[in-house]
């Protein structure tokens, strides 16, 4: 199976700092400008694009020197608060000349975990998306420090392509895609197509980023093989390289493509990310697990629960576990945690999570 990009209809194109910054470190406008000039030809030939785009902090260390002994995080929230206006405004006058309006959205880990803040953010997209408007989308870095932080801007653009329901995610980086070595050593050959059945990889990637990296190849590695699992096609190329998304659409492309499986309904696809942002747990019971595992499609009812961790809200995501703590999956659940309580081990009460609302994780 090839990638195709001619048929997509809507893409995430993720570009990475080291695409948008030269070997000094000092953003790199030629390419940036390039960038633009593919995406507008994408648009041209009938796509929709949501860009998320890296930077802010590359761009900011160019404008701010800072006196070393400053805390590492203050330091990257500073670059970071300066640097967005740069790189945002550095976007708006590149697009501008194509006659292209783009628009800001900056998020934290924090809106994907509430379905409101999801669904709010998921049609703002859309409506951008329907004003012909290109949406840049980045991690706001002033707010989002440690915890509350996305390993990097990888999973936030797998996060945008299956809440978007995109049919194409492209991971531009600074090499060709996923090598089965370390890129620099020569014997080291690139993998031009990764299968439905994933084979484990995560022992060739080495953990070297580059200078303005953060999540490095393994979370895109990662974030290529969730989103594939959720029927998007990905490929994981490299952005320096002249007319990258040119090539792609046009002739045979150098890259690492990731097949995808037959697609996903859409709350599926959120909840398939949810494994970070569940608000509560249950411990069900060995028949309800029989149940949910089983051929028949089953909703998971109170009478199967045992236990109910965490204080959550009706529409709050969580997670399913066994009595030995093997994780099952996610849902949403249907009731807040103060009326589950009420009901649980009881027969005859409305579903807890419904079957549509319901990820079961494949291993178990
Ligand atoms: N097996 C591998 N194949 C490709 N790249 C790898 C591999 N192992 C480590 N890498 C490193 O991953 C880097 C890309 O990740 P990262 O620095 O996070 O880029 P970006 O800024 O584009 O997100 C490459 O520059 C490369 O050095
Ligand atoms: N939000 C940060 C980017 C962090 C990040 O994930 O960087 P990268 O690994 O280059 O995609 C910034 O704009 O500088």
Redesign the pocket.
Known sequence: MRPEIQKSKLMVI??????LTKEDGKPDLARMASLVKQVSFLRENGKKVILVS?GAVAFGRKEITLPEKIDPILKKQIWASAGQIELINTYKNLFRELGITISQILVTKEDFRDRKHYLNMKNCLLGLLSQDIVPIVNENDTVAITELMFT???ELASLTAAMVNADTLI??????????????DPT?K??PHIGTKMPD?DH??????????????????SMAKKSADLGIQVL?AN?KKENILLDFHEKSITC?YFEPKPSKQSPKKWLAHGDQYFKGEVIINEGAKTALFSQNISSLLPVGILEIKGDFSKGDIIRILDVEGNKLGLGRAEISSKTALETIGQKNQKPFIHYDYLYLFNHV
Request: glycine fraction near 14%.
């Open positions: 993720k570009i990475g700092s080291n695409v890296s990097d801007n990888d991971l531009l980086t600074n090499v060709d895609g996923v090598f089965d070595g370390p890129p620099s080291s690139l993998i990889l060739v990637i080495s953990p070297i980023k580059s200078s303005f990296g953060r999540g490095g190849m393994l979370t895109k590695l994981i952005g690492t």
